[in-house]
């Protein structure tokens, strides 16, 4: 199988109207799994879940009008309620803060305790590539039924996106732009995250940065503003420009490439540092070895190709909680997490490598934006 590649163009909401057509099948079935996934994990009702997504779609509403307008264009084009479509593009903030008021609840365990692991992101820097041009790339590992698209996004100002998406999110999670700007996103907690704060969504910010021309402004949309909850953002900009950004709430780390490369997981690489608290949790471990070991991979080799990052984003050194990501049979199934898409980008040459599954069993389909 490949994701399917939509092709938006116009406004926003003309734009929201194309993916949620061409997309309306794949919009449902997230809509069943992420329902059935904030009842079983997260102990919200339905009616919980949309007056949550009700009070974020008002913040999003007054903070982009841009975005709301894509919302309201893919309720339209699928024929599903805005709210619904609202709640799959706010699940971050109010999934990866429930996990831990679950945990608390049910367990008497400390909060923020249950936390999603999975994503392995990286950059490697010209110096450190065979064709001495920037690369950025992760592999995305969640819910394994969770259902993705490619979206080619073609702007009214000019500006071109190719993007991941999960069907039903407008914009894209991860992918680049015809500015030779790029956008890697990876899951982080802290004990200070709060769904409810009235700030711009996750998956708003990502929507802002791959809109964005110059690498400056795609940082400024991270760190100018406090965040909700806690996430970490790699962006990077053609030829040489590449930083991770490490945002809790109250505060953003910026890591810089050390030998040419790095690479980024599901934890603070500093938390003291920062004064974030992170919640206990027996699954770090797994984050702190696919860091190290995905460091490991991109030191062994100089200069590195694409292909050897392919290789890389196969590696099954950890067994299911590696970084290519199978569902371990230790866990309970809702914690059943394995690696829904693997993608690199070249950012000079605004093109992209990505799979639909995992990539050691799933071939890389190429896919590429004209420069601006």
Request: contains cysteine; hydrophobic residues 40%.
């Amino acid at each position: 199988m490949t994701f399917p590649i939509v092709q938006l163009s116009g406004s926003s909401f003309q734009q929201g109207v194309q993916h949620g057509r061409e997309l309306q099948t794949r919009i449902g079935e997230n809509l069943e799994i992420y329902f059935d996934r904030f009842l079983r994990e997260a102990h919200l009702q339905r009616h919980e879940v949309l007056e949550r997504a009700a009070k974020m779609l008002e913040v999003v509403k007054r903070l982009n009008l841009e975005y709301f307008e894509g919302m309201r264009g893919i309720a339209q084009g699928s024929g599903f309620d805005l709210l619904e479509i609202a709640a799959l593009n706010v699940r971050y903030e109010i999934l990866y803060y429930q996990f831990g008021e679950v945990a608390l609840e049910e367990h008497g365990l400390a909060p923020r305790e249950r936390v999603v692991d999975g994503c392995t992101a990286f950059a490697v820097l010209p110096e450190a590539s065979s064709t001495n041009q920037l690369l950025i790339g992760q592999n995305w590992d969640w819910i394994p039924d969770v259902k993705g698209a490619i979206v080619h996004s073609k702007h009214d100002d000019g500006l071109e996106t190719l993007a991941f998406t999960e069907a039903g999110i407008f914009g894209g999670k991860l992918g680049l732009n015809s500015f030779g700007v790029g956008l890697c996103i990876n899951g982080i907690t802290s004990m200070d995250d709060d769904w409810a704060r009235p700030v711009r969504p996750v998956h708003v910010r990502c929507f802002e940065i791959l809109k964005s021309r110059e690498f400056e402004k795609a940082v400024a949309i991270v760190t100018e503003e406090a965040r909700a909850c806690s996430v970490n953002l790699l962006v990077a900009q053609a030829p040489n420009m590449a930083v991770d950004l490490e945002a809790a709430p109250n505060g953003v780390r910026q890591v810089s490439c050390s030998l040419g490369t790095m690479s980024h997981t599901n934890h603070f690489l500093n938390p003291i540092e920062m004064g974030v608290i992170e919640p206990p949790s027996e699954r770090r471990d797994n984050s702190r070895h696919r860091q190290k070991r995905m460091t490991h991979l991109l030191e062994s080799k100089r200069p590195l190709s694409v292909a050897d990052i392919q290789e890389f984003l196969c590696d099954r050194d950890g067994g299911a909680d590696g970084i290519c990501r199978y569902p371990n049979f230790d866990d309970p199934p809702e914690e059943h997490y394995v690696t829904v898409t693997s993608v690199i980008m070249n950012l000079e040459t605004r093109e992209m490598w990505i799979t639909d599954g995992q990539p050691d069993v799933n071939p890389f389909v190429h896919v590429k934006l004209e420069k601006s």
